[in-house]
């Protein structure tokens, strides 16, 4: 059974940083891509970035890119999100994702909640 | 970007009507990168159609996709209590991978 859990979400300052991690058990990991959508209360789906299997190939949203990096870990099955200059609008629950190679998203998390606030 | 845009916003039906939700892109999409999630409270997203007209595992066949370049289409043949949930459209073929506003379905 495909299993993805997020976890590091929480209440930061506008300004500060956060490391959320997800780690996937059930499916050969580095095989898949994997990706990051956010949901902000009460609102759609919206992509935020990802990573190719090996590693090597990142894509990003334009509102996150230069202030949040994907990475990922073969080794323990975990992609990470490092997301700095953090911004009210950078609040949602973000979902990790599973795909094959250009494909559709399979499987995702249960999400963890983004709270930006002073 | 591509932008997709999903009506109607919100669609009120019984349990046993069929329901016909759009999704049409600000440019041509192609099929192999098509996908519905539905989505319910609470919940992460489901994948349930992909490539425009492919159920997911497990979706059952009441659940259809069509459609080609800029317009797509989910059918739900008959609706069941379990169906009543938030849709949304994504095309995964171009960077980024946009999702539709999303369709409310709603029991009326």
């Known amino acids: 059974e495909v299993q993805l859990l997020e976890s590091g979400g929480g209440l930061v300052q506008p300004g500060g940083s956060l490391r959320l991690s997800c780690a996937a058990s059930g499916f050969t990991f580095s095989s898949y891509d994997m990706s990051w959508v956010r949901q902000a209360p009460g609102k759609g789906l919206k992509w935020v970035s990802n990573i190719s299997g090996s590693g090597s190939n990142t894509y990003y949203a334009d509102s996150v890119k230069g202030r949040f990096t994907i990475s990922r870990d073969n080794s323990k099955n975990t992609v990470f999100l490092q997301m700095n200059s953090l911004r009210g609008e950078d609040t949602a629950v973000y979902y990790c994702?599973?795909?094959?190679?250009?494909?559709?998203?399979?499987?995702w998390g249960q999400g963890t909640l983004v709270t930006v606030s002073s | 970007e591509i932008v997709l845009t999903q009506s109607p916003g919100t669609l009120s039906l019984s349990p046993g009507e069929r329901a016909t939700l759009s999704c049409r892109a600000s440019q041509s999409v192609s099929s192999a990168y098509l996908a519905w999630y539905h989505q319910k409270p609470g919940q992460a997203p489901r994948l349930l159609i992909y490539?425009?007209?492919n159920r997911a595992t497990g979706i059952p066949d009441r659940f259809s996709g069509s459609g080609s370049g800029t317009d797509f289409t989910l059918t739900i043949s008959r609706l069941e209590p379990e169906d009543f949930a938030v849709y949304y459209c994504q095309q995964y073929g171009t960077s980024p991978y946009t999702f539709g506003q999303g369709t409310k379905l709603e029991i009326k």
């Open positions: 490539g425009a007209s």
């Open positions: 994702a599973s795909s094959q190679w250009r494909g559709p998203f399979e499987d």
